[in-house]
């Protein structure tokens, strides 16, 4: 395995992901580092994050939005994100093996990684 080279820049971003529990954006993150006091440059900010993620340190979520959001929960696990706010919060029932066999076998691919996103209405949208 590589050595993994966080510089400080990286690891201020990595502690920032760390920290969040609602999957912050690139922008998020961005805005959250401003709030501590560290102005760096919107390239910096992506080009660690894509660092962080081909280093296995976070996830990045393509949950049907324009902008990718980040988790800093590496291991297998799966998403919801309400239709109404926004908001996206993680699913940690597995999946059932014989529906990942099923997929395999009718598409002929071997399957290493699960990205599903699940769509409702949180408990604060549902709430008249």
Same mark, same amino acid.
Request: with cysteine; proline share 2%; net charge negative.
């Given at each position: ?5 966080? %510089? ?16 912050? %954006? ?6 959250? &580092? ?26 990045? &979520? ?20 309400? %239709? ?10 597995? &999946? ?33």
């Amino acid at each position: 395995m590589n050595k993994i080279n966080l %510089t400080t820049q990286r690891k201020a971003i990595f502690e920032i992901i760390q920290e969040a529990h609602d999957h912050p %954006t690139a922008g998020d993150v961005i805005e959250r &580092l401003r709030l501590k006091g560290k102005q760096y440059a919107y390239g910096t900010v992506y080009n660690s994050l894509r660092y962080l993620t081909d280093s296995g340190l976070i996830r990045e &979520l393509k949950l049907g939005e324009t902008a990718s959001r980040y988790d800093a929960r590496t291991e297998d696990h799966q998403h919801i994100v309400c %239709t109404q706010c926004g908001r996206v919060d993680e699913v940690m029932a597995e &999946l059932p093996s014989d529906w990942l066999n099923q997929i395999a076998q009718d598409t002929g691919y071997t399957v290493h990684e699960t990205q599903i996103v699940i769509e409702g209405v949180c408990k604060s949208c549902a709430t008249p």
